[in-house]
């Protein structure tokens, strides 16, 4: 049984950094891409950032510059470091493979912007 159990959101005020972190148990993690997603009020999911199991990562054009995806697969954990954060990035996060699989989403983390 797969579960995605995300961490480390809060609140934080513009130009701040969070450290967000997803734990994996199952068979989802080795050898797939991951992926971090998030879903702000009133609009669809979209994927953030997504990592290979050897590193390759690649970014919304929101997050570029700013976000930083990175994995231990020995802990079978990936993680969001986000810089500069503004309020539009204020939303759920979640973590998934990539592509995701539905019934596979955790609870997310909310993460709100805000002065």
């Known amino acids: 049984q797969v579960q995605l159990v995300e961490s480390g959101g809060g609140l934080v005020q513009p130009g701040g950094s969070l450290r967000l972190s997803c734990a994996a148990s199952?068979?989802?993690?080795?050898?797939?891409?991951m992926g971090w997603y998030r879903q702000a009020p009133g609009k669809a999911r979209q994927v953030v950032a997504r990592?290979?199991?050897?590193?390759?990562?690649a970014y919304a054009e929101s997050a570029k510059g700013r976000f930083s995806i990175s994995r231990d697969n020995a802990k079978n954990t990936v993680y969001l470091q986000m810089n500069r954060l503004k309020p539009e990035d204020t939303a759920i996060y979640y973590c998934?493979?990539?592509?995701?699989?539905?019934?596979?989403w955790g609870q997310g983390t909310q993460v709100t912007v805000s002065s």
């Open positions: 998934n493979r990539d592509p995701p699989i539905p019934n596979y």
């Open positions: 199952g068979t989802i993690f080795s050898m797939n891409v």
């Open positions: 990592i290979s199991s050897s590193g390759v990562t």
